[in-house]
Nanobody, 123 residues
């Protein structure tokens, strides 16, 4: 069992930056592929980024490629999402998620979820 707690959300102006963190409790954090998803009001939850267990491979949605960076520190049981050049359309609740096995951009394949953190980008 893994518990995930996100932090770092907030209100930022367009063009600004935020860094989200997701702290994991429980064993074997290093065994999980970790992902970030987001859900805007009235929209379905969508994939943002994922990182393999060792951190050697990362994956991004086209909408955030080049602006967001996912990373992890297995010694500290934490995964990060650095968000730069933020746009109003990035406004959403951001969720951290974990799964065994390979990378996936399909949220139903993720087993563990955090409670989410709100990111609001003003124009």
């Amino acid at each position: 069992q893994v518990q995930l707690v996100e932090s770092g959300g907030g209100l930022v102006q367009a063009g600004g930056s935020l860094r989200l963190s997701c702290a994991a409790s429980g064993r074997a954090f290093g065994a999980y592929t970790m992902g970030w998803f987001r859900q805007a009001p009235g929209k379905e939850r969508e994939f943002v980024a994922a990182i393999r267990r060792s951190g050697d491979s990362t994956y991004y949605a086209d909408t955030v490629q080049g602006r967001f960076t996912i990373s992890r520190d297995n010694a500290k049981n934490t995964v990060f999402l650095q968000m730069n050049s933020l746009k109003p359309e990035d406004t959403a609740v951001y969720y951290c998620a974990g799964k065994y096995g390979y990378y996936s951009d399909y949220d139903k394949q993720y087993t563990y979820w955090g409670q989410g953190t709100q990111v609001t980008v003003s124009s």
